[in-house]
């Protein structure tokens, strides 16, 4: 009996130490402070004796880049096989790029297949090290990529950067396990790569004369009048195929045909259809000088490609064939027989003809080609590979007719977009992509199916430059929003909280490093809540533990949680600040105007765009101006060749003096003002009576202010109909295209 007992209390011993060796403590509460983060994690109770990693990587694995990333670390250093105490086992049946990391009692194993999967398992370990320390418990990490092609696009034809630049963004990249860079090289403000057959194009296409200062929308233009450009030697470009190579990141170059080519043009304008002086755009924009699908310019764009698949090996080669105006094939005679001689429909077959003819070229290399999904008009070419810019339209079209598609929606990954409401925040193209809207992103569409998504080979972002002259601006645009978008496309379960926490961690390595990297967490996201007959409210999206302080009209108020609601009683200027520990996010600033309208029910028609929806409808009432240079954020509501259409209802009948439309002009981003705004009024909202309109609308700034006078009406129901422009007329950026209306607030007095 004695014995039976003893072996009960062992056996319920063991199972509670089995049970003890088997927890896993949920990832919130035993971060590791990798990003992206691991697909799996399994955590044990018992603590490595680990003091000091000493790493012996063999010559078959060993990089220029492990060795720069290992030896900044001070718990780290190489040393020779006998004495390491992290091992490197390559283990065939792991697949590529993914790895098992063992961190155990005093000793770590590392298993991959691949060079690649390596380099992954030892970032994680460094991040391990430099973000949570060596006092570890004993853990797995298994982990591998949601997405096999991961990328990052820099323009470098509107600003120019060093190699050093390319470099550094390069390490970047590797950091956080990119495996592509697109490297946009030509358009028509210049010409980055030296082709020796061809030295014209690093001679004349290579240079501006000079380059637009301010803002496209900016009127009237002005230029700074300093020749500009420069371009990389065949000899640099090798250099950093391999510097890539060693980060096991491949290097898409980008030719831009057969639009965007004014600076080629500028060298050789033969292959133009027009027999004029070309030159090497000075502003930004589209331009309606195109190749002219002639012989001799196929022979030449074969030519080019031919050195350029020399100097990159890689498996792709990217075509362009966005934004491509038709306005020189329409005139020209060469082009119109071309387009009965090959038995096309319109120019738009022309441009699919002209695309295949190159695609077919490079592909019969042995090389595959991506494109903006403008190569899907007129029909693509067998094999390629689309890249889906104009939202995820292109991408669901191309993967429904069986072709491989890179995600690159401008409503979740242009980077070149602002990312903060921050007055204080540099000057950008427009739009509005905050970190949070990158890192929810998912590059599958919902609608897929099982087979159709396997056609998304992953996402990219892409970061023009017309308004980044620097690689400090670069830092600032990609670096944060980079971080959330590898979680994105790396990372199969994701935690918002979990990731900001080690966003902070990241930045301040980077800051310390010495780079410009943007810092939002603390910025306030704010919501104004109306509801017919009462003064707005207002609350925030905060971090945990924050406090925000207040004042209204430069007198101190109070300082609050970050949680609580704040009710709006008077007009005039509320700045906020919210501040954790020794950080501060930057001054929300809100000037209320309250108005008639703003305790009135409101109600459109239809719907802003979701990529432009600000609040909601009561954005256009709640007594708050979007900012007076940018479009999008809470604010501006966008309508995409749409009218904005409301009725604003009133508790009882309601004296109206005047109203005023705020519209955003910025045709550069193909946003126009209206063509007509009426009103109307009525006491039972059945039947509206016309009482003002105007065709009158312009402006000399971005922003519109157009009033109505509506002389003492009375009203319960006042209806607006804010018509859109139309479509874009030839000869303006976007022709062809919907144009956008932007409007803002509608004071009501």
Not at 258 to 269: D, E, F, K, R
Not at 662 to 687: A, C, M, V
């Amino acid at each position: 009996m004695k014995n039976k007992i003893i072996l009960y209390f062992i056996v319920i011993f063991s199972v509670i130490a089995l049970q003890k060796l088997k927890a896993v403590p949920s990832p919130e509460n035993y971060n590791l402070g990798i990003i992206p983060y691991p697909n799996h994690v399994e955590v044990k109770t018992a603590k490595t004796k680990l003091n000091h990693l000493n790493i012996y990587i063999d010559s078959k694995w060993h990089s220029s880049y492990l060795y720069d990333l290992i030896k900044d670390i001070s718990d780290v250093s190489f040393s020779d096989q006998k004495k390491a105490n992290v091992i490197l086992i390559e283990t065939p049946t792991i697949e590529s790029e993914a790895y098992r990391l063992e961190i155990l009692s005093n000793k770590v194993n590392l298993k991959a297949s691949d060079k690649a999967g390596f380099q992954y398992g030892l970032i994680s370990l460094m991040q391990i090290v430099k973000f949570r320390g060596l006092s570890l418990n004993e853990l797995i990490i298994e982990d591998s990529p949601r997405f096999k092609y991961r990328g990052m696009h820099l323009d470098v034809a509107r600003h120019f950067f060093t190699m050093d630049n390319i470099k550094q963004h390069l390490d970047y990249l590797a950091y956080y396990k990119y495996n592509r860079f697109h490297w946009h090289l030509t358009d028509d403000q210049g010409w980055r790569v030296e082709i020796k057959q061809y030295p014209k194009l690093q001679e004349i296409a290579a240079y501006r004369d000079e380059t637009l200062i301010g803002h496209y929308n900016d009127q009237p233009h002005k230029y700074d009048g300093n020749r500009y450009g420069g371009y990389y030697t065949q000899e640099q470009i090798s250099e950093i195929v391999k510097y890539a190579a060693e980060r096991n990141i491949e290097i898409i170059p980008e030719i831009d045909i057969p639009g965007h080519t004014l600076a080629l043009l500028s060298a050789y304008p033969e292959l133009g259809c027009e027999d004029k002086n070309f030159k090497a755009a000075t502003s930004w924009g589209i331009f309606e000088d195109v190749l002219c699908p002639k012989e001799e310019t196929f022979q030449f764009l074969n030519n080019v490609m031919d050195e350029l698949m020399r100097l990159f090996p890689g498996e792709f080669i990217h075509i362009g064939g966005d934004e491509c105006p038709k306005v020189a094939w329409k005139n020209s005679a060469f082009c119109q027989e071309l387009i009965q001689k090959e038995k096309l429909n319109d120019e738009e077959g022309l441009q699919s003809y002209f695309v295949k003819r190159v695609a077919n070229y490079i592909q019969s290399k042995g090389r595959k080609i991506i494109g903006w999904d403008e190569i899907l008009e007129g029909g693509l070419a067998q094999g390629a590979v689309v890249m889906s810019w104009r939202g995820a339209e292109g991408g669901i079209k191309a993967a429904k007719l069986g072709h491989d598609v890179i995600m690159s929606p401008n409503s979740h990954c242009y980077f070149d977009y602002y990312q903060s409401e921050s007055p204080t925040e540099p000057l950008s193209i427009g739009g509005f992509i905050p970190l949070e809207k990158v890192y929810f992103w998912n590059p599958i569409p919902s609608e897929f199916k099982p087979h159709e998504q396997k056609h998304i080979l992953g996402g990219q972002a892409n970061l023009w430059t017309e308004y980044i002259k620097t690689y400090s601006g670069v830092q600032y645009m990609t670096y944060s929003r980079g971080m959330a978008l590898t979680e994105t496309l790396w990372s199969k379960e994701k935690n918002y909280k979990q990731f900001l926490d080690n966003l902070e961690k990241h930045t301040d390595y980077w800051k310390l490093k010495g780079a410009n990297v943007a810092f939002h967490i603390y910025d306030l996201k704010y919501h104004v809540i109306s509801y017919p007959g009462m003064n707005p409210k207002l609350y925030f999206e905060t971090p945990q533990n924050t406090t925000v302080h207040y004042n209204f009209n430069d007198t101190s108020v109070a300082t609050i949680s970050g949680n609580d609601t704040i009710n709006i009683m008077n007009s005039g200027k509320y700045v906020f600040v919210a501040s954790k520990k020794n950080k501060r996010g930057n001054p929300l600033t809100l000037d209320f105007h309250l108005h008639k309208g703003t305790t009135a029910k409101i109600e459109l028609e239809k719907h802003p765009s979701s990529r432009y929806a600000g609040q909601g409808s009561y954005s256009l009432i709640n007594g708050v101006n979007g900012p007076e240079n940018k479009y999008g954020g809470s604010e501006w509501l966008g309508f995409s060749g749409d009218n904005c259409t409301g009725t604003l209802s009133f508790l009882e009948e309601t004296e109206l003096n005047q109203i005023t439309f705020r519209l955003f002009k910025g045709e550069g981003q193909w946003i126009y003002l209206p063509k007509e705004i009426e009103i109307f009024t009525s006491n039972d909202g059945i039947h509206y009576t016309s009482v003002n309109k105007t065709t009158d609308i312009d402006t000399k700034t971005k922003v519109a202010s157009v009033i109505l006078p509506l002389n003492q009406i009375k009203t319960k129901y006042l209806k607006f109909d804010i018509k859109n422009y139309g479509i874009i007329p030839e000869g303006r950026q976007g022709a062809g295209y919907k144009s956008w209306l932007f409007v803002d607030e509608i004071v009501v007095e």
